[in-house]
């Protein structure tokens, strides 16, 4: 093929429909063109980079070899649109809408209340949806398996899977095989656990469901599309396409693709393109030719020989793992070692997206030095076939192939043809481990391949290979580790041998404690402790095989180290009451309503900020941010960045008419640095031009000359230091804390660090600013929390109006920084007269707009011998970055809830916002709460393992110390702890506490490696914010001559319900059902002075709003109903117009009159408080740091709840977040203040496999709240602090893996617990084995924050 031919013609389909692109860009993913070409913007952008599977869609080929057409999900964030000749693409918007006929599976996660704000849904459905297309009838396995590359910030996943589960007939009840066969209640059935039904319902009236099973569209593949006839007759011939800056080239013959290689032996073979895509979209590579050789049969033929099996370089992983698994039940056992190893790896490597178009030889080429398959390949024996101009080579891959980062010995021009994988031999054992920050999804830590063979009959090893991944810039062998075993002790596999094994393992595989990725003590324990697990395998294969007396036998309590985590899925219950006897079948109120816009989200019509159709003229901001942490700009060169074609202008400060900075909580901000930046990320510029690749461009051209300023700050300790603080610190005190200290029996110091949290809402910040062109007329369409914090500019708020149609997630991350860039936007739109519009990448959001505060908290305790604490004194230092933002009022908080639920006579809390020079930190769900309740619960923690915990158990401390009594709190603000106590009984009852504690305590007993942990958290969380300003509400309510009703308020809708909620407030105030009213976006010219949508009191304030024009409204149609008693609302609507009656209303509400006394130390900042408990279980392996939330029990006190849906799906949705907080979510920093955590491959958020296997939720019967709408109570943010059950549960599974090796009494773990935090403190023989480095020698790979 000559590549000075024209660009060639792309045929696919979309949806059926053909689409012909005559100008088809390598460098166009099929993302941007569904979104942007095609305006299909059901499919999201989460991350761009293969991590989050908002983007998922289905791709459908036809496979010629064996005439089938197969089905698989992918994401269209990697998927090079020149790849798709032949294919035809399903999207969200293709398998069903509102219009015509909505499918199943839309219908189902809807109507379960998977969706929430229903960013992540179109990418859950298609996921689904393409399982389902290949097996209707799937188990819980699959479900799980096709959701692991899904990730939701919102619901917990828990709905997401039940609204799945209706599918499978695996289920043991109607509730979740969504038929109603088999059911106890219908008597079918002798077991049925699940849902809101218990063992003795077949006997009573069925209790509230959250969905009913008989509403369920059934599954009908009749309805799918077809593969359209002509990609199966379509003629293979070669392709060129030409882009701006890439050729790409798809050849169809082998003979074409060598002689291309050969012609450009520099030029990448793009085949699942999971390497090379990242790598040009993050890491700014190129290439000018990219070969494409997804047509050559030959690398996708596959051969099954006696000596083992040959896969075709092309093959997918997922290809690879189905054959793998019918060759294990093909042949004997014993041939499959290897197979069964390298099914392990792939069960585990990526998400299933990733699997389906991520090829076997490039993932082998892309030499990750954390590969999962390379160490198993090389220990395996395994070789490649490789082919070029001068003919075809087998290479052994072995250390020789890896030859660096990314590296192997293939020469430039070689193509990897085949894969060959050998069958096991007689004797010969493999294993593959590894060890991942999430257990799926998630690049390994360290990650291994070992295989021994024994000399036939004995346990005499005659080969042993051990390969690494992670410890290295690329996979490395253990071969002198491996020589030792053999040579030294002549083979002899026994428990000495492994001894001087680790010994030598660590020598030779040794790291810089300055090592790339660092969690290098951690690193280096694996590679012993996962050895030691495949010597216990071993040891049990030979146990089992050739039994001598001379053997170590694992089993019993060391058998735990090889015993899998477990796995299953159990049924979950979620508990709520049902509505009064007697109450109105058409008021909703206290009924489980499905979210109002889950269809539409489920289907991709709900729009987005960035799915609003692009403007006439518009033009795309790209922000330029500070590459230093601390510095004077001498000079900013836009002059380059105005050369690039499309650059239309930079914004710099300079550009900002009016005031240069926003106020928060009466602190200056700067919108743009204008002489100074005080972190990396600071805003400094915005490109805009007409397309977001050209602003790109030119922001990257931008020169920005820096002085640095000496001595940067970024941990709170060089803060405390050089008393780097924003003012005031805060200080409270109850009794007389030093006096006290003098009277106790015991005193305790500790200290906790708690990380911060990325809000990673699904949706990015986007805007679309869109100037009228008329007396400086503004229309601000953007995705935020608080709408009235964006209209600026100086120009008067009336011209200004914000609209906010739904939010995809926010939980604090919209409120302030929101306001900052669409300050920026909107100067850009007011100074070129153009709309712009700015959508940030997940990158530069997680950079730039900060995250919760990360914590230091110190805590000195005085207390009896009886468990009673009688004195605190607790200090919290938050880590509040570069700029004030709304931290004092994060500290204010943290010291108003540092009681927790527990009673403490003396008690003495202070904290100080640290200035430092990190990003801005910013409000995040619980707002300070979680990080100071975590100080309070682990000093408890302290208390109980200070005493003992075989004496008191964390637990009874806190029953000891919890408010008993109507009380008063450390700022004399009097409460009845009663629904607490209720809370903290019914959890302990329903989690079965008392006789799980024991099996805890036995289970602990019998197994060494394996150690599981309990703990119940109570909490008392305050609603309402302190901030007078914002604690009121407004609303506008049209009734039209049609009867029907329009709704607006000032609360956003960001998935959590909020107008859901309001349109069952008005159906009950006005007497008429949901389906005539409608809420319409939040829009500050309908509702004016709107307060942010956060601290849990949405409902609380807008709720009251709406109720207020409502019952203004229908008291204005008295007259009319009177006139006409037998009349309908229609008629009475149409009298009311005729006698002209004004048919619309405002309401208002103004808020509890709340204070706080800083001089005092005394108020009553909120109304009421939620109260809960949650009981959860962990089970932990010792050796990795993985582990499991076996169950998890909360009972809430959320009053009388409006909607139970909605706030169990805020219960879990914020447990989940939770969870993640205190043992997965990591944000690092590098020595200079970058942020490394730029996305979902290197920050894990909770995933589907992070779900607790048995899951339940329990609302608090019989409670009322006089403070807020219809005695319900607030519930977005409370329960996010009791993820911190699970924390504690794995603290104290620590605690007996400690024991072990005989070390009782306190210790240390920060938060959050993950595998690394928790496995070292475990403290078992391998880490102890790792030497620590010394302080100060070198420089870690990150840096220590708080
Ligand atoms: C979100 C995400 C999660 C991931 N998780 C994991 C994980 O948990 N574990 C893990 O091991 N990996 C993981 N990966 C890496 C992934 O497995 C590899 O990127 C993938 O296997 C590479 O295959 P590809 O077909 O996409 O390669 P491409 O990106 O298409 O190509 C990669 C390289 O291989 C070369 N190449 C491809 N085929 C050939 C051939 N036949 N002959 C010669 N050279 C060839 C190309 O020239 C190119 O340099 C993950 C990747 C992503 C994006
Ligand atoms: S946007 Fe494609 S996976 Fe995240
Ligand atoms: S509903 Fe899943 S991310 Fe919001």
């Not at 569209?217 to 701006?244: A, H, K, N």
């Not at 954390?370 to 490649?384: E, I, K, Q, R």
């Not at 009380?967 to 004399?972: P, Q």
Request: glycine fraction near 8%.
């Amino acid at each position: 093929m000559s590549e000075n031919k024209e660009t060639d013609c792309l045929c696919f389909y979309v949806n059926g429909k053909k689409v012909t692109e005559n100008n088809a860009d390598p460098e166009t993913m099929l993302l941007s063109y569904l979104r942007e070409r095609l305006r299909l913007t059901g499919t999201k952008y989460g991350c761009g980079g293969g991590g989050c599977g908002a983007c998922t869609v289905m791709v459908s080929r036809y496979q010629p070899g064996t005439k089938t057409i197969l089905h698989y999900s992918a994401n269209a964030c990697l998927l090079p649109v020149c790849q798709l000749q032949g294919a035809a693409v399903t999207t969200v918007e293709g398998i069903g809408n509102t219009r015509t006929r909505v499918h199943p599976v839309q219908e189902r996660i809807a109507k379960a209340h998977g969706s929430q704000c229903g960013f992540c849904t179109p990418g859950m459905v298609m996921s689904m949806y393409t399982l389902l297309r290949n097996k209707p009838q799937p188990n819980m396995e699959d479900i799980t398996v096709a959701l692991g590359g899904n990730l939701c910030r919102c619901t917990g996943y828990r709905p997401i899977v039940d609204g799945c589960k209706t599918f499978s007939p695996e289920s043991n009840c109607c509730q979740a095989n969504g038929n109603g066969a088999g059911c106890c209640v219908n008597g079918d059935s002798e077991m049925c656990f699940v849902g809101t039904h218990d063992i003795d319902c077949v006997f009573q009236e069925p209790p509230p469901q959250l969905f009913d099973q008989e509403d369920l569209l059934p599954l009908d593949p009749t309805q799918d599309l077809i593969f359209p006839p002509e990609l199966i007759m379509e003629p293979q011939v070669s392709q060129l396409f030409r882009g701006e800056r890439m050729v790409w080239v798809s050849p169809v013959s082998l003979e074409e693709l060598i002689q291309l290689k050969t012609s450009h032996p520099q030029a990448p073979l793009v085949m699942g393109n999971t390497n090379i895509g990242p790598d040009i979209k993050f890491k700014g590579a190129w290439h000018p030719i990219i070969i494409s050789p997804t047509r050559v049969q030959e690398l996708f033929e596959v051969t099954k020989t006696l000596q083992g099996v040959c896969f075709g370089a092309g093959c997918s992983l997922s290809v690879v793992k189905a054959l793998l698994e019918g060759l294990v039940q093909e042949i004997p056992e014993e041939k499959t070692e290897i197979y069964r190893s390298l099914l392990q790896q792939l069960g585990n490597l990526g998400g299933q997206q990733i699997r389906n178009v991520a090829s076997i030889g490039g993932n082998i080429v892309s030499a990750y030095p954390n590969s999962d398959l390379n160490p198993v390949f090389a220990a395996g024996n395994c070789t490649l076939n490789v082919v070029s101009k001068r003919g075809r080579r087998e290479i052994l891959l072995n250390k020789d192939f890896f030859v660096g980062f990314g590296k192997t010995s293939l020469k430039p021009d070689e193509i990897v043809l085949s894969v060959f994988i050998p069958v096991s031999r007689q004797g010969e054992f493999m294993r593959a481990f590894r060890q991942a920050p999430r257990k799926e999804n998630a690049l390994a830590t360290v990650t291994t391949g070992m295989r021994v063979m024994f000399i036939e009959g004995s346990s005499v090893v005659k080969e042993l290979s051990i390969y690494y991944g992670g410890v290295g810039p690329c996979t490395v062998s253990a071969t002198k580790t491996c020589a030792a075993v053999i040579g030294r002790y002549r083979g002899n596999f026994s428990q000495l041998t492994l001894s001087e094994a680790y010994t030598q393992l660590l020598d030779e595989i040794s790291l810089s404690p300055s090592h790339p990725g660092g969690q290098v003590e951690f690193r280096r324990s694996l590679t012993l402790s996962l050895l030691f697990k495949f010597n216990l395998q071993m040891l049990h294969k030979l146990w089992e095989m050739v039994w001598t007396g001379s053997l170590f036998a694992p089993i019993g309590r060391v058998s735990s180290a090889i015993r899998p985590l477990p796995k299953q899925l159990q049924p979950s219950l979620q508990e709520f009451q049902a509505v009064v006897k007697g109450q109105s079948g058409d008021d909703p109120v206290g009924r489980p309503i499905m979210h109002r816009s889950a269809i539409s989200q489920a289907t991709g019509e709900a729009v987005y900020c960035d799915d609003i159709p692009k403007m006439d003229g518009e033009l795309h901001l790209v922000l330029v941010t500070s590459t230093r942490p601390h510095a004077k700009i001498l000079d900013i060169d836009i002059s380059e960045a105005l050369r690039v074609p499309g650059v239309v202008d930079v914004i710099t400060s300079k550009d900002i008419p009016g005031k240069k900075f926003r106020t928060f909580t009466g602190i200056d901000e700067g919108i743009l640095a204008q002489n100074e930046v005080s972190c990396v990320g600071h805003m400094v510029c915005a490109v805009v031009a007409d397309n977001r690749k050209q602003a790109k461009r030119g922001a990257a051209l931008v020169k920005i000359a820096y002085e640095d300023l000496p001595g940067p700050v970024f941990t709170v300790e060089e803060a405390i230091e050089k008393q780097s603080f924003f003012l005031p610190q805060r200080m409270i005190e109850r009794g007389n804390v030093d006096e006290a200290f003098d009277k106790v029996d015991h005193i305790y110091e500790g200290e906790i660090r708690l990380g911060g949290q990325e809000h990673f809402y699904m949706e990015t910040q986007s805007m679309v600013v869109v100037p009228s062109g008329e007396e400086r007329e503004l229309k601000v369409y953007l995705s935020c929390q608080h709408p009235t914090y964006a209209q600026t500019l100086g120009i008067p708020s009336n011209r200004v109006s914000c609209h906010v149609k739904r939010v995809g997630g926010a939980f604090g991350g919209k409120v302030t920084k929101t306001s900052i860039i669409a300050c920026i936007t909107s100067v850009a739109a007011w100074k070129t007269g153009r709309a712009v519009r700015c959508v940030l990448e997940r990158g530069e959001d997680m950079l730039i707009t900060g995250a919760r505060h990360p914590v230091l908290g110190k805590h000195k305790v005085g207390f009896m011998n009886d468990g009673r604490i009688i004195a605190a004194d607790l200090h919290y230092y938050a880590n509040s970055g570069n700029t004030a933002d709304e931290s004092l009022l994060v500290i204010e908080k943290i010291l108003l809830h540092l009681d927790n639920a527990y009673n403490v006579p003396n008690l003495r809390g202070r904290s100080v916002a640290c200035k430092t020079n990190l990003p801005s930190n910013t409000a995040f769900r619980g707002f300070g709460v979680p990080q100071s309740m975590l100080v309070t619960e682990n000093m408890i923690n302290d208390v109980a393992m200070k005493l003992g915990c075989n004496f008191l158990f964390p637990e009874q401390i806190r029953e000891i110390n919890m408010y008993k009594e109507v009380s008063l709190t450390h700022y004399k603000f009097e409460f009845d702890p009663k629904n607490l106590l209720r809370c903290w009984d019914e959890c302990k009852e329903k989690s079965d506490y008392g006789s799980r504690r024991k099996s805890v305590a036995q289970f602990n007993q019998q197994n060494r490696w394996k150690k599981r942990g309990m703990a119940t958290i109570p909490i008392k969380f305050d609603i309402f914010s302190v901030r007078v300003s914002v604690r009121q509400a407004a609303s506008l309510v049209h009734i039209y001559k049609d009867g029907s009703v329009l709704v607006s308020h000032g609360g956003t809708e960001m998935g959590q319900g909020i107008h859901t909620k309001m349109q069952q407030v008005a159906s009950r105030e006005l007497h008429i059902p949901a389906s005539l009213i409608h809420i319409t976006e939040t829009d500050t010219s309908a509702v004016p002075n709107t307060c942010p949508s956060a601290a849990s009191f949405g409902t609380d304030a807008n709720g009251m709003a709406v109720k207020d024009a409502c019952e203004i409204l229908y008291q204005r149609l008295e007259p009319v109903r009177k006139q006409n008693p037998e009349g309908t609302w229609q008629t009475w609507v149409t009298s009311a117009f005729i006698q002209r009656i004004s048919l619309s209303a405002t309401g208002y509400y103004r808020g509890h009159d709340l204070y706080m006394d800083w001089e005092k130390q005394e108020g009553q900042p909120y109304a009421y408080f939620t109260y809960g408990a949650c009981c959860s279980e962990v089970e932990v392996d010792c050796l990795t740091g993985d582990y499991r939330t076996v169950r998890t029990d909360i009972v809430m006190d959320i009053g009388r709840s409006i909607n139970p849906s909605v706030d169990i799906g805020q219960i879990e949705g914020a447990f989940i977040q939770g969870l993640g907080l205190y043992t997965l979510e990591e944000l690092k920093f590098s020595p200079s203040g970058v942020l490394y955590t730029r996305g979902p491959s290197q920050y894990k958020i909770p995933a589907v496999c992070d779900i607790p296997l048995q899951f339940n939720v329990y609302l608090l019967s019989g409670s009322d709240n006089p403070h807020a709408i219809y005695s319900s109570k607030g519930i977005g943010e409370p329960v996010l602090f009791l993820g911190s059950s699970v924390f504690f549960a794995i603290k104290d599974a620590v605690a007996a893996a400690r024991v072990e090796a005989g070390m009782v009494g306190t210790f240390t773990l920060n938060s959050p617990a993950t595998p690394e935090r928790t496995c070292l403190a475990c403290n078992t023989p391998f880490t102890q084995k790792i030497p620590a480095s010394k302080q100060g020698s070198f420089q870690p790979w990150a840096l220590s924050i708080p």
